[in-house]
């Protein structure tokens, strides 16, 4: 079986500072892993993917992630915060054919 | 182009009645997934749908089934509502092309039952 999780339920970050949002895996067979963002009273939006092309995944608004199989991680990066970066962000991976396993997410705090 | 869309957008049951969410997916996909989102235990998948069959179920008891229509649309039932099922319940659909299936999800039904 596979499993994802997330360090830190919640994380404060001043704007203008990096954003790290971690993300460990394990899997059986090759991962193929998302990072999704959802906003309060929203549904989940994904920023980006991991399918096993190039280990640097670029996604939108900024933000990107690297692909680290020796340390079975994925982690989600962004270098500047903004205020609109508030939200919950989900890593998830893969399982198996149409099922996504989620981390237990990240809560982002966005401080002026 | 319009997105996943689902209704209703709340719903207030009581202890042992049944509840029936509705999800349209993406025109052009085929797949449809069903997820809850209970406060306390995260993201759970629930059901996968495809073209017209259902293709795998997460760890829910019975109680839980849905359908889909030829139109790729879907309906969650839930029966006997228990406390416990008040969540929001997350509908995403997709091509069905493999495990590198984008999911994308719709706005949720809020589940509450008294």
């Known amino acids: 079986a596979q499993s994802v999780t997330q360090l830190g339920s919640h994380v404060s970050v001043s704007e203008g500072a990096l954003v790290l949002l971690r993300c460990n895996y394990s899997?059986?067979?090759?991962?193929?892993l998302f990072w999704y963002v959802q906003y309060p009273n929203q549904g989940l939006q994904l920023l980006l993917k991991?399918?096993?092309?190039?280990?640097l995944v670029k996604g939108i608004n900024g933000f990107e992630a690297e692909f680290k199989k020796s340390e079975t991680s994925f982690h989600l990066t962004k270098p500047s915060a903004h205020m609109s970066d508030a939200a919950e962000y989900f890593c998830?991976?893969?399982?198996?054919?149409?099922?996504?396993?989620f981390g237990a997410g990240t809560q982002v705090v966005v401080t002026p | 182009e319009a997105g996943v869309t689902q209704s209703p957008t709340h719903l207030i049951k009581t202890r042992g009645q049944q509840a029936t969410l509705r999800c349209s997916p993406i025109?052009?996909?085929?797949?449809v997934y069903w997820y809850q989102q209970a406060l306390g235990l995260g993201l759970q998948f629930l059901l996968w749908?495809?073209?017209?069959?259902?293709?795998n179920r997460g760890n829910f008891p019975p109680r839980f089934s849905g359908r889909q229509f030829p139109n790729y649309s879907s309906e969650l039932n839930v029966n006997a509502l228990e406390l416990e099922d008040s969540a929001l319940y997350l509908c995403?659909?997709?091509?069905?092309?493999?495990?590198?299936?984008?999911?994308?999800f719709g706005p949720g039904t809020r589940l509450t039952v008294l």
């Open positions: 995403a659909s997709s091509f069905s092309e493999g495990r590198t299936d984008t999911q994308y």
């Open positions: 899997s059986s067979v090759p991962p193929y």
């Open positions: 991991y399918t096993s092309a190039a280990t």
């Open positions: 998830a991976v893969s399982e198996s054919w149409g099922k996504l396993q």
């Open positions: 025109s052009g996909h085929t797949s």
């Open positions: 749908y495809d073209e017209g069959e259902e293709r």
